[in-house]
């Protein structure tokens, strides 16, 4: 993945999918686990030792980039349907 393509992907999760810091690792690195995790098909233990955590906490952070995804998709969905929607009224 490009600087460019992280960057765009932390910014959304950021701003859009409200994705916070919380006082241990920043938000780039929460992006950049589950990045790893989806582009290499790594398993929980081998980040684990990548990034050196433990099993509950790359779970917890994997999750939350996860739900912050999702809320950007869901919310992008029901915006885009409700212009579409007022645009095919008379």
Known sequence: ???????????LLHTRGRLVDDGLINIEEHVAIFVHILAHHKKNHSIQVTFKMS??????????????????IIFGSIRFLSKQSN???F
């Open 1 to 11: 993945m490009s600087i460019d393509s992280f960057t765009c992907l932390y910014d």
């Open 55 to 72: 099993d509950e906490t790359v779970s917890e952070y994997v999750h939350r980039v996860l739900c912050a995804l999702l809320g950007v």
């Open 87 to 89: 645009q095919n009224r």
